[in-house]
């Protein structure tokens, strides 16, 4: 059976104590599941500056390209404030999604049914939630130039971002989330704003005509993002897959997230183009939260959205689809018997550490898989 390469980047703060959780789970898959993961584990963000002075060493970026997957835990912290800024710890996560060329981010909200009272929205409106935001990554206005602040006389200054996107550059991200749709409801809706934006039209152009070259069978729908964030919160439960650019993607996704509760439970994916040769993409999967500095050390952490960006490795980097169902449903069943790391404990729930929310998930996905 082919072997199955795994970087491990725990990186700073709470992210160790997390990815231990996982590396739990890929024990248990390769003694009991014959799953032929092979791990490597190196470092990032401050702890690869404490090591090398920079926030990630080009053999690590080295071992990160040459893998079939990266699991990236979080970086940063008070420790490393001052380090220059070419050093600090996010340019570890910046230059990884930078060289595999990670233009896709996936972020799903999926409401499980035991946290569903914990949401600020009604039960009815999150219940049962499941949709799939894809935001382009490595274009837009975070990236194009000219960005710079000028003088312009008279004491004042002018400040400019540049929103840019090429054809392709809209081509293969509405290509993603069109193929993400088929192995899900099946539809897509693209959002953007073409009524004030050129951006926009052309995003509204290609998504249309992506569609109707190679997707058709999918159902595809627009909506102008600022609608999209109300209907957001309106009724979630409409949306399948949302596809937007990386400005909207940044905020509408963090709406989303929010719809499901705590932090702790958010999972996400970023992928690359596939390889001709072996239609491979390059990935990384990391928890949507930071280091947590404030409770680092603890073990209070929830490693729930470190697991679950596992499950999302094992779907989308090995196909593992009946894999990632199974865990994505032991993490549901431990919190339905009630097992709640802090950030999410409420009366008459057992409050577990890290690694005994970790263990419990483990049990669960051990028997599940039996
Ligand atoms: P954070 O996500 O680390 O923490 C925000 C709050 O949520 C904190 O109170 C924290 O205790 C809590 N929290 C986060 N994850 C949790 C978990 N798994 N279980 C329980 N509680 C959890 O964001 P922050 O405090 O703004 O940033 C802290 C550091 O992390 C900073 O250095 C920041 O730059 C960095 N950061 C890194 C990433 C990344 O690595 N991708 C992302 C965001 C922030």
Not at 34 to 43: C, H, I, M, R
Not at 53 to 82: H, N, Q, T
Not at 127 to 152: A, C, Q, S
Request: glycine share 8%; hydrophobic share 45%; proline share 4%.
């Amino acid at each position: 059976m082919a072997t199955r390469k795994l970087f491990l980047l725990p990186g700073d703060g709470i992210g160790p104590e997390t990815m231990a959780e996982v590396s739990k789970l890929i024990a248990v898959m390769n003694t009991e599941m014959d799953a032929g993961f092979e791990t490597e584990v190196g470092l990032v963000g401050g702890a690869a500056y404490d090591a090398h002075g920079e926030a990630i060493s080009d053999a690590d970026m080295e071992r990160a390209l040459a893998a079939d997957a990266v699991l990236f835990g979080a970086v940063g912290g008070p420790k490393w404030e001052s380090v220059p800024y070419e050093q600090r710890p996010e340019a570890g996560l910046l230059r990884l999604r930078k060289e595999m060329e990670l233009f896709a981010n996936l972020r799903p909200a999926i409401c499980y049914p035991a946290l569903a009272e914990s949401s600020s929205l009604k039960k009815e409106v999150i219940e049962g939630l499941d949709i799939l935001i894809v935001r382009e990554l490595t274009g837009g206005v975070y990236f194009g130039e000219p960005k710079e602040i000028v003088e312009i006389g008279n004491g004042q200054k002018r400040a400019v971002d540049t929103q840019v996107y090429d054809t392709f550059e809209i081509e293969r991200i509405a290509g993603v989330a069109f193929e993400l749709a088929r192995t899900r409801r099946n539809k897509v809706c693209s959002m953007e704003k073409h009524n004030v934006m050129k951006s926009g039209v052309l995003w509204k152009e290609v998504v249309t005509a992506t569609h109707e070259a190679k997707y058709a069978d999918v159902e595809l729908t627009h909506m102008l993002a600022d609608a999209g964030g109300m209907q957001l919160v309106r009724w979630p439960k409409q949306f399948d897959v949302i596809v937007t650019d990386n400005l909207f993607g940044d905020m509408l996704s963090d709406v989303a997230a929010m719809l499901t509760g705590s932090l702790g439970m958010l999972p996400s994916a970023s992928l690359g183009a596939p390889e001709a040769s072996t239609g491979k993409r390059k990935a990384l999967y990391e928890p949507v939260h930071g280091s947590a500095p404030d409770i680092a050390g603890q073990s209070i952490a929830n490693p729930i959205a470190m697991i679950a960006s596992f499950a999302m490795c094992l779907r989308y980097s090995f196909n593992m689809v009946a894999e990632a169902g199974r865990l994505e449903k032991a993490i549901a069943a431990v919190l339905e018997d009630g097992f709640r790391t802090r950030d999410l404990m409420s009366d008459g729930m057992r409050e577990v550490s890290t690694s005994a929310m970790g263990d419990a998930v483990v049990q669960k996905f051990r028997e599940l898989s039996a």
